[in-house]
C-alpha cells in the first residue's frame, strides 16, 4: 500500500516512518509538515493510506480528512485523545494516540491493509477479464463484452467510470485508477485526473487539448510531459 505521513512535528514523522519501514506491506511516498503540500500531493499521486496528524496549523487533520478521495484510507496519529469520536464521523480506520505503542500501529495498519483489499476485490469484480482484444465490465447487473479497439476515452466519476465508445456508453462501479491499471499502456494514456484516452482515436491535438470525434478533452499539467513524450514515441514505434 501507498502511503504518506502528514504531521507537523518533526519527531513525530521520523518515529512513524520508522515503524512504517517495519512493514513490508507499505510503501512511504511522502512525509508532510501540513495538510495543504499534502492535498497538493494526493490531487496527482494515488495514496492508498495517511497517517495522519489532527492539531495542525492552518487546516486541520480532521477537515483534510474530509477532502481525500473516498477510498484513501487514514489513520490518525495524535497526541489527543478527545478528537477520537471526530475521527469516527470520516470513517478513520483507526485512531491511535501519541507516543504509538508499535504493536497498536501494526494492528492498525492490517486493518487497513484487509479493508484496502476489500476494496480493490470488488472494484475488479467488476472487470471479468481482460484479453488482448476485450474486456467483459459489469454493468446494471450485467457483463458487457466491449472491444478495446472500439473505446474511445474513459472518464472517471467519483466511484464510477464512464467507457464511451462511438455510439455507446457504459458505466460501471470502479476507480479510473483500476482500470487504467489493467488497460495495455501503449494504447491508452491518462491525460488528466479524470480521462484516459484511446490514443487510436486521438484525431488531433495541440498544447492543451487532445480530440477525438466531436469531444475535447483537456491535457492535465501534471500528465502533458508524460504524454507528449509516450505518445509520440509510440508513433515513432509504429
Not at 3 to 10: A, L, N, Q, R, S
Not at 118 to 140: A, Y
Not at 186 to 203: A, E, G, L, Q
Amino acid at each position: 500500500m501507498k502511503c504518506i505521513i502528514v504531521d507537523d512535528e518533526p519527531i513525530a514523522r521520523e518515529g512513524i516512518k520508522l515503524m512504517v519501514d517495519e512493514i513490508s506491506q507499505l510503501l512511504l511516498l511522502g512525509c508532510f509538515n501540513n495538510a495543504e503540500t499534502a492535498s497538493e500531493f494526493i490531487n496527482r499521486t494515488t495514496v492508498d493510506l495517511i497517517f495522519l496528524d489532527i492539531n495542525m496549523p492552518g487546516i486541520n487533520g480532521i477537515e483534510f480528512a474530509r477532502s481525500v478521495p473516498k477510498h484513501t484510507l487514514i489513520i490518525f496519529t495524535t497526541a489527543y485523545s478527545q478528537y477520537a469520536l471526530d475521527s469516527y464521523e470520516v470513517d478513520a480506520i483507526d485512531y491511535l494516540v501519541k507516543p504509538i505503542d508499535p504493536l497498536k500501529f501494526r494492528k492498525a495498519v492490517n486493518k487497513a491493509i484487509v479493508y484496502h483489499s476489500l476494496l480493490l476485490n470488488e472494484e475488479k469484480k467488476n472487470v471479468e477479464t481482460i484479453e488482448e482484444e476485450f474486456i467483459f465490465v459489469k454493468s446494471d447487473r450485467k457483463y458487457f463484452k466491449v472491444s478495446l479497439g472500439d473505446i474511445l476515452f474513459i472518464e472517471g466519476l467519483k466511484d464510477y467510470v464512464i467507457i464511451q465508445m462511438e455510439n455507446q456508453r457504459i458505466i460501471s462501479r470502479m476507480r479510473l485508477k483500476t482500470i487504467h491499471d489493467l488497460l495495455p499502456s501503449k494504447t491508452f494514456f491518462r491525460i488528466n485526473k479524470s480521462y484516459i484516452v484511446n490514443k487510436n482515436h486521438i484525431d488531433s491535438f495541440d498544447n492543451n487539448d487532445v480530440f477525438i470525434k466531436t469531444y475535447e478533452i483537456a491535457i492535465g499539467n501534471t500528465y502533458r510531459e508524460e504524454f507528449f513524450r509516450d505518445f509520440i514515441n509510440n508513433c515513432k514505434s509504429l
